[in-house]
């Protein structure tokens, strides 16, 4: 059974630098074809897709925010962490984890509300 | 970046009843390996999305035989031929052909 589950601050301030962690199980990113991406939703709106890093520690980004992002992964915790730079308000949304098998987002974690606000 | 085009915006309906729900891609979906990675999902209030179909008419595991999905190319179609309680939320359609992963803007489905 997958599971995945997000953590990391409710509320931080502008200028300031994000950084989210997603927590695991039921399979492991070391696997051939295993991949973990970051999606996230402003409240009451569409989702969007942040980054995706798979096995072989191959990493893409949404091109609009590349400059701020970060994703990493430490296979022996179970664990992928996104760092999103100079935050801002507009940044305010549900973030999620969630597994990829090709093609797909198969399995979601529940989500963090991250608020940013001064 | 793909766009992806979902309509309508709300659909009201009634229980029992078939739903519709369309999604148009502004590139064809088909990747060089030949598979179409369009898929669907399903977001209850407060809930967060859950895997319907993929590859456009696959559905995932779990998911009721009442749940549809067929198309080809730039256009496809969520079909779910009688609609309960538990379908409501917001349905999204997602490319995963080509990065940027995109998703539709959603489809609200609510009950008359």
């Known amino acids: 059974q997958i599971t995945l589950k997000e953590s990391g601050p409710t509320l931080v301030k502008p200028t300031q630098t994000l950084t989210l962690t997603c927590t695991f199980s039921?399979?492991?990113?070391?696997?051939?074809?295993?991949?973990v991406g970051w999606i996230r939703q402003p409240p009451g709106k569409a989702l969007e897709w942040l980054a995706l890093?798979?096995?072989?520690?191959?990493?893409r980004y949404s091109p609009s925010l590349k400059s701020r992002l970060t994703i990493t992964k430490d296979t022996s915790k179970n664990q992928v962490v996104l760092t999103m730079t100079n935050m801002d308000p507009v940044d305010t949304a549900t973030y999620y984890c969630?597994?990829?098998?090709?093609?797909?987002?198969?399995?979601w974690g529940q989500g963090t509300l991250v608020t940013v606000s001064s | 970046d793909i766009v992806m085009t979902q309509t309508p915006l709300s659909l009201p309906v009634t229980l029992g009843q078939p739903a519709s729900i369309s999604c148009t891609s502004s590139?064809?979906?088909?990747?060089?390996?030949?598979?179409?990675?369009l898929s669907w999902l399903h977001q209850r209030p407060g809930q967060p999305p859950r895997l319907l179909i993929y590859e456009i008419s696959n559905r995932f595991s779990g998911v009721p035989d009442r749940f549809s999905g067929s198309g080809a190319g730039t256009d496809f179609t969520l079909k779910v031929s009688r609609v309960e309680a538990e379908d409501v939320g917001v349905y999204y359609c997602?490319?995963?052909?080509?990065?940027?992963?995109?998703f539709g803007g959603g489809t609200k489905v609510e009950i008359k």
């Open positions: 969630a597994h990829r098998k090709p093609g797909m987002l198969d399995f």
């Open positions: 997602m490319q995963a052909t080509q990065f940027p992963l995109t």
């Open positions: 039921g399979f492991s990113l070391s696997s051939n074809g295993m991949g």
């Open positions: 890093i798979y096995w072989s520690d191959d990493k």
């Open positions: 590139q064809s979906l088909v990747h060089s390996d030949g598979n179409t990675y």
